[in-house]
């Protein structure tokens, strides 16, 4: 539009056609001398080049409109291209001025001229309040979400000295995608560096704040608790390697000593105000481990002494804990499928999802993320009694569509039989089933074969030439495969030694790290060492007795929690199982959809894995927690963005987008500058978490 | 080019005909509805008999934006093009035609040091000088909103163009106190990206962080002790803790790097931070970092500093008195040339004077040690210096400077009013005492009050009194700027001294303002520690000032430096009225060199436990060719940090090397020889 406008204005000062645009020109007497005077100049420099061009096309130069208009030229492709081009470019930076111009509060006046005034985001409204800042804060982000620097690599990594291989804007992953999986993949057998590469976590607040451009993490928490007054003296981004195994931070890169370091200094220069912890995701594991970590003696631990938490830590605010584990991990870890796995399906864009690339870049994935030790953190802990046997489980009849009415979502068509589903009763036991069928029949009717026994056929017949790709599955042969789908239904328990039959070379480092069982006696000497740390139900908390501890979580969204396999029946070069997504429950069993059984959760994590602990496994003095350690659980419904110019929703309930909530955010700020749980009132719960904890018979 | 190329040969394509017509029609519309109706009549007609006739003619008509867009494009086209090609050039093309045209390149330090096979061992620890750190909003007023956490000082520099008086709001501190005015918090980054780039492709300790982590260093073996170096050294604790993050992240490196001692990287101004640091972490408690007298020897291997101002900058001065100087690194770099001409010029350098004096650390680079160190009236450490002598060992181009008459320049006097008054005797020169003129009134109208500087308050008296002082050594300086600012000294005064102590078990030597003051202090009690000086020379560099009032009216800084005085030939020391002398451009030779040289060489009184001292010099050459940017053998007081020579000795160092290893001293310069001049009892 402003392009024609502009135009037409140009057509005065623009060069005459005619002698009878000459005429209509004198009418309009301003400026008519000035062009004049151009127009003779031009016309005399036109001419000469006219004079070149005729001799070379003398058929067009006998023309009236090359005599008289003298400024013609032929109007090419080309040129209507480059015009085109021209017009595009002048018009985006037309736009880009005005955008750059626009005062930067400007789309907030839009918002709220469509919704309404906003609320005040939770650190104005609370410094109105004459909230300050008052405890030190240390963030420790979860997996994923922390940014990675490439400090030493190979040839073709050149040029990428200390710029950032993971988060940021993933330019490398495209340009030179192969080179990007090698530096991001760890040693195979030791799960540290692999030789002549060294990729180091990005520290500082940095480090997290923003995933990629525009993708907040943790800043708008930091952007909040800055308007109380808090800077960098008094924030801490506690930044790990999120890729290899907790311990082994600390013995590479010494990131747990620099927790420690930092978490003293920032007491001891805050006037001895203790620390308001807050992890979110598998920093919460990582956590867990730190506080083991500091207080067990030095060749191991950090020899903090036995208060050192008592000492130090106000509260920890555990933000969407995975506390006993994520069934998506499973599903990540078997074939590296999920319906939405944030860990590495997000950089498969969709095309490379298809046809052979789809598998080589699945594979690939797989051998990059399969050498992340940190992965195995997070497979569900505490087996059958946890997470259900093949005919139970603590959620048992959940209803999945009830849920969805408050939140005005758009799946109408469950409403119907709203009835006859709730009392639909899911086998959310059995993690893993192989079809349909398998996943919906009574326990006795199922007809298991042990695979734990069976020969792994030598690859015979596999070709070598299009496999370069490395991933366990090769070594199983047909045999192997056929074993693992004869099984028919996993549970918990199973799905840990179906793990380690599918790839024993990983669960061996994993086993090394982690363990995910249940302790039955928490004084046996063995549970000193360093691989029980990040499991809550093999260690016991802190004596700290003036500490809190938060389980803070979104709901109402569907999250993975039980699915459907087949093996897929393509060549030797593949990963042999997939979620069979034609598996969809329909109307009467909506929480199975695309062969995924979800249940209540914060999209990533179930509410069993992030409330239990807290709701029953560490309320009052169990086993678990001797000292009494006081637990909160603080729900915060989902509600999605009411409109496009929200972004992310300041209601949300996602797993990350939940560290933009307003709500949980007040929450931490408050405790931040000295509430107690009490003061936030307690419990906060909106799912059926003390029910279905009270399904788990955990001895405590 | 290419263009005309494709031009020509689409030109017989029969689209051009359809497209000829479209265009034809549109401009048709546009006419009619711009012209009157009898115009539109008649052009119709016109139109029509053209548009029979052209029919086959493949003529174009060009309006002059029609020629723009095309152009327009045109440059886009080739641009994404370059761009692309660029994006296809592996990364190591440059260095081939580097190498191609210079032969090959030596290898950067840490390589060549790694195959030597020298690895990490003691961690490291940067503390960057003024100006090179980088600072951010974390509170601001209206006008900075959308500014939380970005960067204000270093990176782009995007908001000094976009809102300059906003920056210089949110940059400025508290007038009185020199900590933040209230609503206002700008705090330094922090961590390795502090003080890597100043801006984009300006490098600061990049090359030298890259070249380490070569050998093996990463982020748990460096620490970037980056603090905000506009307010006193002092208050970097108060407010931020900052002293207190050092001694416990050095702390930490030496417990997890197996109980090796750290390497300290002191830049610039850095270097009397870290000064200021290793009192206060020895002195006790409340004052002090409390780390106990023996927490320097027990932590610290080295202490390697580069072009550091021990005694202080004659820069400081020009940019304190006057806002200028002749490269002032300080400021003027953020006044673009357009801006210094004219009102324009006197407005700018006012806002960006009235920002600088709030920065309580300026203060810290006034010379020391008056006139015993600078040199008096008729004397001066340097005298006889002539700057063409060591051009010429360097190759230089000017090599007409051979005969330069020997006359004593007299760098003793700091600030000269005229030229005469700078080059006669002492005896001839009538000086009037400033010290008690009256300061008359201010008579300035109020429409300059928005502009604030502490001149207002003079009136046109105490401008004269300066004035007929005539001439100002080293100590009456002092006296000059607490005459001229009272109160940005009186800030000043309370955090740094400037003298020399004659009785350093003087108890009133425990306030930290003399922390940072080498003549005024001793140094730790830690004999196995190690103290370089490393520092470029061969560059002219700023040491004493010509100054002239200016003439105009109220709104003004009333002086300034008198750039018509210039020396006899091209080769002088005076130029542009600026008297140079040897050094690193910044820092003076005689301010770098002459603790180490002298002041704490074997066992002084400021040095009562006989601290090694190393000089390590190195002359300065200009890049080779434009490829190798700021060059690999620089002396200048930044571009130093990317000079091999340098990077190899502070990696061997860092490596476990000493002193020794790496042949003692390394000289260039007088140093020895004008350190001698210097009558100071040790």
Not at chain 1, 264 to 269: R, S
Not at chain 1, 466 to 492: F, L
Not at chain 1, 641 to 661: C, F, K, M, W, Y
């Amino acid at each position: 539009m402003s392009f024609l406008r502009r135009r037409k204005a140009s057509l005065n000062p623009g060069p005459p056609d005619s002698d009878h645009e000459e005429d209509e020109k004198e009418k309009k007497k301003l400026k008519r001398q000035q062009k004049k005077k151009r127009r003779k100049e031009k016309e005399k420099e036109k001419e000469k080049e006219k004079e070149k061009e005729e001799e070379e096309k003398v058929e067009k130069a006998n023309s009236k409109g090359c005599r008289v208009a003298p400024k013609a030229k032929k109007w090419s492709c080309v040129d209507s291209c480059c015009w085109f081009i021209g017009v595009i470019c002048s018009l985006w930076w037309f736009l880009l001025f005005l955008y750059n111009a626009m005062p930067a509060s400007f789309p907030q006046y839009v918002a709220e001229a469509i919704t309404g005034p906003y609320p005040d985001p939770p650190g104005v409204k609370l410094r109105k309040e004459g909230l300050t800042a008052n405890h030190p804060v240390v963030f420790v982000p979860g997996i994923v979400t922390g940014g990675l620097e490439l400090w030493e690599g190979r040839q073709c990594a050149d040029g990428l000295f200390r710029q950032r291989l993971w988060g940021g804007t993933f330019g490398e992953l495209y340009k030179r995608s192969l080179c990007w999986v090698e530096h991001m993949s760890l040693d195979n057998e030791t799960g540290l560096d692999r030789p002549g590469i060294r990729v180091r976590p990005v520290s500082g607040l940095v480090a997290a704040d923003y995933f990629a451009p525009g993708y907040f993490v943790w800043a708008v928490l930091i952007a909040n608790l800055a308007r109380v007054g808090y800077e960098e003296k008094n924030m801490y981004m506690a930044a790990y390697d999120w890729r290899i195994s907790f311990q082994n931070t600390e013995v590479r890169d010494r990131t747990l000593s620099r927790i420690k370091n930092n978490i003293e200094l920032m007491v001891a220069t805050n006037g001895g105000k203790k620390v308001v912890v807050i992890p979110h995701s598998m920093g919460v594991l990582y956590f867990l481990h730190f506080m083991k970590w500091v207080e067990a003696p030095p060749p191991m631990g950090g020899g903090g002494g036995s208060d050192w938490c008592a000492k130090h830590i106000k509260a920890v605010m555990n933000i969407g804990g995975p506390f006993l584990g994520v069934p998506k991990s499973v599903a990540g870890l078997f074939s590296i499928e999920a319906r939405d796995i944030a860990v590495a399906r997000a950089f498969a864009p969709g095309v490379l999802d298809k046809d052979v690339f789809g598998l080589q870049t699945l594979e690939h994935l797989m051998r990059m993320t399969r050498t992340w030790d940190s992965t195995m953190s997070m497979i569900p802990k505490g087996g059958d009694t946890i997470w259900g046997g093949l005919d139970w489980s603590p959620e048992g009849y959940y209803n999945c569509s009830a849920k969805k009415h408050k939140t005005n979502d758009s799946i109408k068509p469950c409403q119907n039989d709203k009835r006859s589903q709730s009392m639909k009763h899911v086998n959310y036991g059995r993690l893993i089933s192989f079809g349909k069928d398998a996943a919906e029949l009574h326990s006795s009717k199922l007809d298991m074969l042990d695979f734990r026994g069976s020969l792994k056929g030598r690859r015979s017949h596999m070709n070598t030439s299009t496999c370069d790709i490395w991933t366990e599955y090769h070594e199983m042969g047909v045999e192997g495969i056929r074993a693992v789908s004869d099984y028919k239904a996993y549970t918990a328990d199973a799905v840990l030694d179906l793990l380690r039959f599918v790839a024993p070379k990983m669960m061996k480092r994993g086993d090394a790290h982690f363990s995910h069982g249940i302790a039955d006696n928490l004084d046996d000497p063995k549970y000193k060492h360093y691989k029980y740390w990040s499991n809550p139900l093999e260690t016991r908390l802190p004596h700290a007795p003036d500490m809190e501890i938060y389980s803070m979580y979104g709901v109402g969204i569907p999250t993975e929690r039980a699915y459907v396999y087949k093996s897929t029946s393509q060549s030797e070069c593949y990963i042999p199982f997939q979620i069979d997504t034609s598996a969809n429950g329909g109307d009467e069993d909506p929480c199975l959809k695309d062969g995924v059984y979800s249940a209540n959760g914060d999209e990533t994590v179930p509410v069993l894995s992030a409330g239990f602990m807290c709701a029953k496994g560490w309320r009052g003095k169990t086993r678990f927690n001797p000292s009494g350690i006081r637990t909160f659980i603080r729900e915060y419904e989902h509600a999605p963005p009411a409109n496009l110019l929200e972004g992310r929703g300041t209601q949300s309930g996602a797993h990350v987008d939940i560290l933009g909530n307003f709500a949980l955010i007040e929450d931490i700020i408050r405790v931040a500058a000295g509430a107690s749980g009490e003061d936030l009132g307690g419990d906060r719960v909106h799912s059926e978490i003390f029910k279905w904890s009270e399904n788990i018979n955990l001895k405590l | 080019m290419s263009s005309v190329r494709r031009r020509r040969g689409s030109e017989a394509q029969s689209k051009e005909i359809q497209a000829e017509e479209n265009n034809k029609e549109e401009e048709e519309e546009e006419k009619e509805h711009g012209e009157d109706d009898n115009d539109k009549n008649k052009k119709k007609k016109k139109m029509k008999d053209e548009k029979s006739k052209e029919k086959q003619e493949k003529k174009r008509k060009w309006s002059c934006i029609d020629s723009c867009c095309w152009f327009v494009g045109c440059i886009c086209t080739v641009w994404w093009l370059m761009l692309f090609l660029y994006k296809l050039m592996p990364a190591s093309l440059p260095q081939y035609v580097t190498e191609a045209i210079t032969g090959p390149l030596p290898d950067p330090p840490g390589v060549k040091l790694k195959k030597e096979g020298l690895t990490a061992k003691h961690p490291v620890v940067f503390v960057p000088g003024i100006v090179t750190g980088g600072l951010e909003l974390w509170e601001g007023h209206q006008c900075a909103e959308g500014l939380f956490r970005k960067r204000l000082w270093g990176g782009t520099f995007g908001e000094v163009y976009k809102r300059p008086s906003c920056w210089a709001e949110h940059m400025s501190l508290d007038n009185e106190t020199g900590l933040d005015p209230p609503g206002i918090r700008v705090r330094p980054v922090s961590g390795l990206v502090a003080a890597d780039y100043f801006a984009p492709g300006y490098f600061v300790w990049a090359v030298l962080i890259a070249n380490l982590a070569h050998i093996g260093y990463e982020e748990k073996s460096m620490y970037m002790a980056a603090y905000d170096w506009r307010i006193s050294f002092q208050n970097t604790e108060v407010r931020d803790r900052a002293l207190s993050r050092i001694k416990s992240n050095i702390e930490l490196m030496v417990a997890t790097n197996g109980g090796n001692k750290a390497v300290i990287l002191p830049h610039s101004m850095g270097v009397l931070y870290f000064l200021h640091f290793m009192k206060w972490v020895e002195a006790p408690a409340p004052l002090g970092g409390g780390g106990g007298s023996d927490w320097c020897s027990k932590y610290i291997k080295a202490v390697v500093n580069i072009g550091g101002p021990f005694l202080g900058v004659p820069k400081a001065i020009a940019g304190l008195f006057s806002a200028e100087a002749r490269d002032i690194a300080v400021a003027r770099a953020l006044a673009p040339g357009f801006l210094d001409n004219d009102l324009f010029r006197l407005q700018t350098l006012q806002h960006v004077m009235r920002m600088t004096r709030t920065w309580d650390s300026t203060m810290s680079m006034i010379p020391r040690g008056g006139e015993t160190i600078w040199g008096g009236l008729d004397w001066s450490p340097e005298e006889g210096y002539t700057p063409s002598e060591r051009k010429q060992n360097s190759n230089n181009t000017q090599l007409t400077g051979q005969e330069t008459n020997k006359t004593n320049v007299n760098y003793g006097r700091m600030i000269s009013f005229g030229r005469d008054v700078a080059e006669a005797p002492s005896t001839e020169i009538e000086m009037t005492d400033f010290r008690g003129a009256i300061k008359g009134h201010s008579v300035a109208n109020t429409s300059c009050r928005d502009v604030w500087t502490e001149y207002h308050d003079m009136g046109v008296e105490g401008v004269r009194a300066v004035a007929e002082h005539k001439v100002y050594t080293a100590s009456s300086i002092i006296d000059l700027l607490q005459f001229v600012a009272p109160k940005m000294m009186a800030r000043g005064s309370a955090h740094f001294s400037y003298g020399i102590a004659d009785n350093l078990d003087d108890p009133k030597y425990q306030h930290y303002k003399y922390w940072s003051n080498p003549l005024e202090t001793k140094l730790p009690n830690a004999p196995d520690m190690e103290i370089f000086s490393m520092y470029g020379v061969g560059l002219p560099t700023e040491r004493a000032y010509i100054y002239k009032l200016s003439p105009y009216a109220e709104c003004y800084i009333p002086f300034e430096i008198d750039t018509t005085a210039e020396g006899p030939d091209e080769d002088s020391c005076l130029k542009g009225g600026v008297y140079t002398v040897d050094g690193d451009e910044t820092v003076p030779v005689l301010s770098t060199g002459f603790m180490c040289a002298k002041g704490w060489r074997g066992k002084t009184r400021f040095n009562p436990f006989g601290i090694k001292t190393y000089i390590r010099e190195y002359e300065h050459s200009p890049p080779a060719n434009f490829l190798e940017g700021r060059g690999t053998q620089s002396g200048a007081h930044v571009d130093i940090m990317g000079n091999f020579a340098l990077i190899e000795d502070v990696i061997r160092v860092a490596a476990g090397a000493k002193g020794e290893d790496l042949r003692g001293d390394q000289v260039y310069s007088d140093i020895f020889k004008w350190s001698e001049k210097i009558k100071l009892r040790l």
